[in-house]
């Protein structure tokens, strides 16, 4: 996951979170190359493989939000050019579905860290 914050933004305090974090992480991993740490090796390397698990579950969520956004402005636009033609409620249901299980799916994916 890319943690830069482009230069123009401020950044939120949750990406500063993450940035900290992942700093104080690779300052610890630094220290258990020194024999009197070496007993830190193993849970920083856990908390190193969690750490990516966490990211790589955020990444893949929004993916996915970004794709489920892409749809439904693709949904919308199509919406807008068929105003003056009827849309059946199960036609309208059977396309916002998968938008739909798109967004449950980020939603437990990214839910299950909390």
């Known amino acids: 996951m890319n943690t830069q ?11 500063l979170a993450l940035a900290t974090f992942q700093d104080q992480l ?10 009197e740490h070496a007993a830190l090796r193993e849970p920083i390397s856990q908390l190193t493989r969690l750490s990516q698990t ?3 579950t ?6 996915t939000l970004d794709r489920a956004a ?6 919308l ?5 068929a105003e003056d033609m009827p849309l ?17 799916l980020a939603r437990t994916d990214i839910g299950q860290l909390l």
């Open 26 to 35: 690779g300052r610890l991993q630094t220290l258990t190359s020194l024999p």
């Open 77 to 81: 636009d199509l919406l807008y050019h």
């Open 88 to 104: 059946a409620a199960n036609q309208l249901a059977g396309l916002l579905t998968p938008l739909h299980q798109q967004i449950s």
């Open 58 to 63: 955020i990444a893949d969520g929004i993916c």
């Open 5 to 15: 914050q482009p230069l123009s933004q401020p950044a939120p305090a949750a990406y």
């Open 54 to 56: 966490i990211q790589h």
């Open 70 to 75: 892409d749809c439904m402005q693709c949904l």
